[in-house]
């Protein structure tokens, strides 16, 4: 499920920086045929 997938990106990130800077690597997330690919932006 993508909804949980990036839930889970952004409880992680929480963690580590709390007031979410900017500057860190990004979770992009894209449709590729039937099923979601994720990249570092």
């Given at each position: 499920?993508?909804t949980r997938?990036?839930?889970?990106e952004?409880?992680k ?6 007031l ?6 990004v ?13 570092i932006?």
């Amino acid at each position: 499920d993508i909804t949980r997938a990036i839930l889970d990106e952004l409880e992680k990130r929480l963690v580590g920086d709390p007031l979410l800077r900017p500057g860190g690597s990004v979770p992009f997330y894209r449709l590729v045929g039937n099923r979601f690919v994720r990249e570092i932006l």
